[in-house]
């Protein structure tokens, strides 16, 4: 059974700067992508950033320039390096990871979420 488990969220100063982990277990292969989404109160839950097993990466226009996806050296890790916080980065940040399955098929697995809060 797959499970993500994240970590590092918390309260900051608006400009500040946290680091997000998420340790994946439960798969044996490196997973066709892992990424971060984010979900404020009363929002739908948005891609931040994502990452592919082959090292590409993606990040949502809010983001870029402050925000760094990584894989680990460890397999199926992955970190989110959050830089120059905004109150409006505010949110549960989520651990994404995507296997991509015969037929064209996608299994998406998600951790708990950690609150990540931006003060101003």
């Known amino acids: 059974q797959v499970q993500l488990v994240e970590s590092g969220g918390g309260l900051v100063q608006t400009g500040g700067s946290l680091r997000l982990s998420c340790a994946a277990s439960?798969?044996?292969?490196?997973?066709?992508?892992m990424g971060w989404y984010s979900q404020a109160p009363g929002k739908q839950r948005d891609l931040v950033a994502v990452v592919t097993s082959g090292g590409s990466t993606d990040y949502a226009d809010s983001v870029k320039d402050r925000f760094t996806i990584s894989r680990g050296n460890a397999k199926n890790t992955v970190y989110l390096q959050m830089n120059s916080l905004k109150p409006e980065d505010t949110a549960v940040y989520y651990c994404n990871a995507v296997k991509k399955g015969p037929y064209n098929t996608i299994n998406n697995y998600w951790g708990q979420g950690t609150q990540v809060t931006v003060s101003s």
């Open positions: 439960g798969y044996i292969f490196s997973f066709d992508a």
